[in-house]
């Protein structure tokens, strides 16, 4: 793993110039702010109260803070920290997984986040549903509120670093992760418009088991000097075939009303991430197949598990 990591820093190095902010901090940093940023008048002044806090000796929570702080600057003391950035339906959930599962850190989806919410009979799961069903960004109140409660679960278990996927959606979001901690890369993956409609379209979740599937089989011919693409259906296996179900904001109207919101809302993020050298621009050219070993090329990373496949 050390050499992994090794490489993702020089990838690193070669992407983003910006030195190490002196706001990175620890996880439990992140968790304390984040359940306290929409409490204050402003996000800046919340910001700059937490970095005060953090060189106070006014309380033992801020040494605390602080000591984690100087521990942890540098950063090949802890694990990388990305961020996933693209329309929804174009991939993130899917390659953000496979480097979690590759370089050994939490893999965070909002969205997963969201739709556990939803699936308990907590106190948000009516109003999300109403939200979700519309096709409407939920406010930063709600995600900031899921994500603190993951971050402290997995702060408790000893995670380190993180790959964040579906936040930062806002400038403001964007703003409050860059007031608490140092994001050191942001993958913007790409498609075509009329491909993620298809995608989204055609995904498919195993009532059972949880996983997704996707039965379109997109097959764009090349003309006027654009590629083509094609990506095969992720048919699911036998067992699951019986018990596949839509999810219920993969309509026509819902998906190209999140495209709109996205291009809206969310585009000005990656200007926010490219003005700081830290946008890493990727467009899927097909599937998994073809898009996941030029995405670790892009990275700078082997993924030794494929190696050994091929080999077998």
């Known amino acids: 793993m050390s050499s992994v990591l090794s490489r993702v820093w020089r990838a690193r190095g070669s992407i983003s110039s910006p030195s190490p902010s002196p706001s990175s901090t620890t996880t439990e940093t992140l968790v304390v702010y984040l359940s306290r940023a929409l409490s204050t008048s402003s996000v800046n002044s919340g910001i700059e109260e937490v970095k005060a806090g953090a060189s106070s000796s006014s309380s033992s929570s801020s040494l605390s803070l602080n000591k984690s702080l100087l521990l942890r600057r540098d950063p090949k003391g802890r694990n990388v920290q990305w961020v996933f950035l693209g329309c929804p339906g174009v991939g993130k959930g899917t390659y953000a997984s496979r480097l979690s599962n590759m370089l050994g850190i939490p893999h965070i989806a909002t969205g997963d986040l969201v739709r ?7 106190p948000l799961a009516s109003q999300l549903s109403e939200i979700v069903s519309q096709g409407k960004l939920v406010s930063d109140e709600i995600i900031i509120d899921l994500l603190s409660k993951r971050l402290e679960a997995g702060d408790a278990k000893g995670e380190s670093g993180f790959i964040l996927d579906g936040f930062p959606r806002t400038i403001r979001q964007a703003e409050i992760l860059e007031g608490v901690t140092n994001i050191d890369l942001v993958i913007n993956l790409k498609l075509r418009e009329e491909v993620l409609l298809a995608k989204c379209l055609g995904r498919r979740i195993c009532s059972e088991c949880g996983k997704n599937y996707n039965i379109a089989c997109i097959d764009i011919k090349g003309e006027n000097g654009n590629p083509g693409m094609y990506m095969a ?20 109207e819902v998906v190209k009303e999140r495209l709109r919101i996205y291009n809206e809302m969310s585009r000005p993020v990656e200007d926010f991430y490219r003005s700081r050298g830290k946008l890493l621009e990727f467009n899927l050219p097909g599937g998994i197949p073809e898009s996941w070993p030029k995405l670790l090329q892009a990275l700078n990373l082997e993924d030794h598990e494929d190696k050994q496949t091929a080999a077998a």
């Open 233 to 252: 259906p992720l048919p699911p296996p036998p067992h699951c075939v019986s018990k596949l179900i839509t999810r219920s904001d993969d309509t026509e």
């Open 116 to 122: 556990d919410e939803l699936a308990s009979s907590g």
